[in-house]
């Protein structure tokens, strides 16, 4: 047999994609000549390419150990590792071939690659120029640079790579898939549900569907979120993002037993998965559920975005045990509405014999003096003295076995603290005193949604024998120039406790879902919290006018669509109309 003829017989193949015919002949090459390096090569690619990695990378191995000056076995070895998860080794082998052939520019892009995927994206971008510096019209150069820019968070530069990739290749779909992700992380949703479906349509796949339903979901299309992301799963019945985005989805939608049922049976495929225990801690508490929900919510110290709270404090966790003679602390997390809607448990914990250390944010420390059963309040930065044990504030209702029947709701826990500012000139105002908030913590992923704009408050302020009052404080607080005639008591607001003081001489509070909501609520004043439409105040629950935290004291008030803020304040409205009139 000629053994050159047949491997290039074998070559034209391989060009035709008769990969069938192309094997054939490179194994009909390696019988008659076992240690042919080109052979050896070729077949390593056609292993790869049918998902054959461990026979790929041993092909390609064997070309490298009969031939180490050659760059293109470590290429075909770098493909089969990586492609297998080995990224490093990967990168290593690509990096020498490289440094084997500077001017083969496959290489370069194949390292630029796997230094993305190793997250080295600097690195990356310096390999992606040299593909494009060697040959400009490889679009897959533009595409491997842009992903690059993109890991580097400069996605508007990354865009501009992508497009060149797409005009030098229209009908490849990664580069289109890339741009409409490049447009989400900068919001531009809109625009990025048109370029996703464009690459649906050049070459289908569960990822495309997935963050085309992400898109939707973001700007509030939660039904055609939802078929996207079923279609993601019929394609990839295994995808575990793809069942915690539907579980989240049907949540928001307020199809809480099917939320429920999606997120459990994603679990069975990732029982390890903290988003998943902690989106099933979402729907489990908001419908009640608390005996699960607690313990699914414990799952939030191995979430990413808690890991940097978790502390160590040199001393063990409460574990709902025996707790008599023993010295605790409490400490503080997330955010100050939280602080005061969950410090009602301390005194439980104080009532099993315990010695309470409460610490919490700076804020908050002159109004907790007042919460019974605390030895003593501590802030970071104190001298927090001796302890035996601690635990996390929202940890006590699980460690103490909390239930929903048996929630403390005795009202008021907290009271206005000794030596705070005086508001007895808006106590002596006549009429109707409310105060009003429009807008949360700027720190909250979601508040843009939670929040509306005082302009919203406008078609309260004519109604007779009533007065208004802006406890509203952070950079949003200049928004009371949109309603004329309302009072601004920020400037007075040293802290929580000086809320609390000026709360004390109103007679009702209107806000969106913030702390001050829950400060109303533990102080025992009557006040109206507007909720938008989905929420995240999960311990709101759903369908309910009131609630069992705050008893007799405060209602709630739902948007009943997305963004519906207007039919919320019109019945806002009539209620204010009644109340001063009486």
């Not at 949604?449 to 009533?466: K, N, W």
């Not at 609630?547 to 948007?559: A, C, D, E, F």
Request: proline share 6%; hydrophobic share 45%; with cysteine.
């Amino acid at each position: 047999m000629d053994v050159a003829a047949k491997l290039n017989e074998g070559r034209e193949y391989h060009r035709q994609g008769r990969l069938g015919d192309a094997g054939r002949c490179y194994q009909a090459v390696l019988q008659a000549d076992p240690d042919n390096v080109d052979a050896l090569n070729l077949m390593s690619v056609l292993a790869q390419m049918a998902g054959d990695n461990t026979m790929a990378a041993q092909l390609a191995w064997r070309a490298i150990q009969l031939q180490p000056d050659w760059a293109a076995p470590y290429v075909s070895f770098g493909n089969a590792c990586q492609a297998a998860g080995d990224v490093a080794r990967a990168a290593d082998a690509f990096q020498k071939a490289v440094t084997l052939n500077p001017e083969q520019p496959e290489a370069y892009i194949n390292l630029a690659s796997a230094l993305n995927e190793l997250g080295r994206h600097a690195e990356a971008v310096k390999m992606a120029v040299e593909a494009i510096v060697i040959d400009s019209s490889l679009p897959e150069a533009h595409n491997t640079f842009g992903n690059s820019l993109a890991g580097m968070d400069s996605p508007e530069e990354a865009i501009e790579a992508f497009q060149k990739a797409v005009y030098l290749r229209p009908d490849w779909d990664a580069p289109w898939f890339n741009i409409g992700t490049a447009l989400a992380a900068q919001d531009k949703h809109d625009e990025a549900l048109a370029v996703y479906r464009r690459s649906i349509g050049l070459a289908d796949a569960p990822i495309k569907h997935y963050n085309l339903a992400n898109s939707l979901a973001a700007l509030g299309r939660l039904s055609e979120a939802e078929a996207e992301y079923r279609i993601a799963l019929e394609q990839a019945p295994g995808y575990v993002d793809a069942h915690n985005n539907l579980g989240t989805t049907l949540k928001d939608m307020e199809r809480l037993s099917e939320s429920e049922a999606c997120l459990r049976a994603a679990i069975e495929l990732a029982p390890d998965s903290p988003d998943l225990h902690w989106n099933l801690a979402l729907t489990l508490l908001m419908q009640g559920k608390w005996a699960d929900g607690w313990r699914e919510y414990e799952w939030r110290w191995r979430m990413p975005t808690f890991l940097p709270f978790a502390r160590d404090f040199g001393r063990p966790q409460w574990d709902g045990g025996d707790v008599a003679g023993k010295t605790v602390l409490v400490s503080a997390e997330q955010g100050f509405g939280d602080a005061i809607e969950f410090c009602r448990f301390v005194p439980l914990l104080a009532a099993r014999g315990a010695t309470v250390v409460m610490e919490c944010r700076a804020g908050l420390k002159r109004l907790f003096a007042t919460l019974a059963g605390v030895e003593r309040v501590v802030s970071p930065g104190d001298e927090y003295g001796a302890f035996d044990l601690t635990v996390p504030l929202m940890s006590l209702p699980h460690r103490l076995q909390a239930t929903l029947a048996d929630l403390p709701a005795a009202l008021p826990y907290l009271a206005v603290p000794d030596a705070v500012a005086s508001f007895a000139d808006v106590a002596a105002q006549p009429g109707l005193k409310v105060g009003l908030v429009w807008a949360g913590g700027a720190s909250r992923r979601d508040n843009s949604q939670r929040s509306c704009r005082a302009a919203d408050f406008a078609p309260l302020l004519d109604v007779p024998g009533c007065r208004f009052f802006s406890l509203q404080v952070g950079p949003l607080a200049d928004q009371i120039a949109d309603l004329p005639g309302i009072v601004d008591l920020a400037p007075r607001l040293g802290d929580f406790a000086d809320t609390a003081a000026a709360i004390a001489a109103l007679d009702l509070v209107i806000s969106v879902d913030t702390g001050v909501v829950h400060l109303a609520g533990a102080l025992g004043k009557p006040v109206r919290v507007l909720l938008s439409k989905p929420s995240n105040g999960f311990l709101w629950m759903l369908g309910m006018a009131d609630s069992p935290w705050y008893p007799g004291v405060l209602k709630i008030l739902r948007q009943p669509v997305a963004g519906d803020w207007p039919t919320v304040f019109a019945g806002l409205r009539a209620e204010l109309v009644a109340l001063a009139g009486r």
